[in-house]
């Protein structure tokens, strides 16, 4: 049983996931989730098909127990993030990340710093995840991340689906009042709430409730 039951990171067939709305929320409800995020890639979600999207997920949310928000998933492209201010307004919450393949670690890094600068951004999807692919930032990198994350107010997902980011980096994250949140990156049903990982890692940095960015919702 996971003792901050939420799942801020999940795909339904609005984008690449396969399943409606409704499946993820019937699953996350049986998981015993109290949160539960709907965050489709924003490429796949303009004018009318984010209208109806969102009409979807407040529907659900009115039928169900638990909390459904309407997140999205931009990416974090060279020009910026790809969700104009007349999109954001109408979510909860925005996660970036980045999944354009990069050369190195620090070209990585340089397009998170944009999306930190980014006042439609709340949430920093699965930072490094491809780290084990183009190398790892020093550490002095990592810290100054942190600290924009700090100075701009956002938060980072802990991605039980690829694992990232580290607890040192939660734990550095925590120390500095920056947000976190539960991420499975569900693509099913059945994998909607797997963040048994996430609390893990979480709870090993030491993170007590107050450092989840929806607290006021578990
Ligand atoms: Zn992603
Ligand atoms: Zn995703």
Redesign the pocket.
């Known amino acids: 049983m996971l003792e901050f039951p939420h799942d801020m990171h999940t795909h339904s067939a609005y984008s690449d996931g396969v399943s409606g709305i409704g499946d993820n929320v019937a699953a996350a409800e049986l998981k015993g989730l109290n949160l539960l995020g709907i965050s489709d890639?924003s490429h796949y979600l303009r004018e009318k098909a984010l209208n109806r999207y969102l009409r979807e997920v407040r529907r659900w949310s009115e039928e169900s127990e638990i909390t459904v928000l309407a997140g999205i998933?931009a990416n974090i492209t060279h020009s910026g993030t790809d969700v104009p201010d007349e999109i954001a307004e109408k979510l909860d919450y925005v996660i970036a990340?980045v999944?354009l393949w990069l050369r190195d670690p620090e070209e990585y890094v340089e397009l998170v710093k944009v999306a930190l600068l980014d006042g439609n951004v709340d949430i920093i999807?699965?930072f490094g995840?491809s780290f084990p692919h183009i190398g790892y930032p020093n550490e002095e990198s990592l810290v100054e991340i942190i600290e924009l994350a700090e100075e701009r107010g956002k938060a980072f997902e802990i991605s039980s689906r690829y694992r990232v980011p580290d607890v040192w980096f939660v734990r550095e994250c925590i120390r500095r009042g920056v947000k976190l949140v539960f991420a499975s990156?569900a693509h099913m049903p059945r994998e909607v709430g797997n963040v048994s990982w996430s609390e893990s890692v979480f709870k090993k940095a030491g993170g007590k409730k107050e450092d989840l960015l929806f607290e006021e919702f578990l």
Do not use: N, P, Q, V
Request: hydrophobic share 10%; aromatic share 0%.
């Open positions: 890639h998933e990340s999944h999807g699965h995840a990156d």
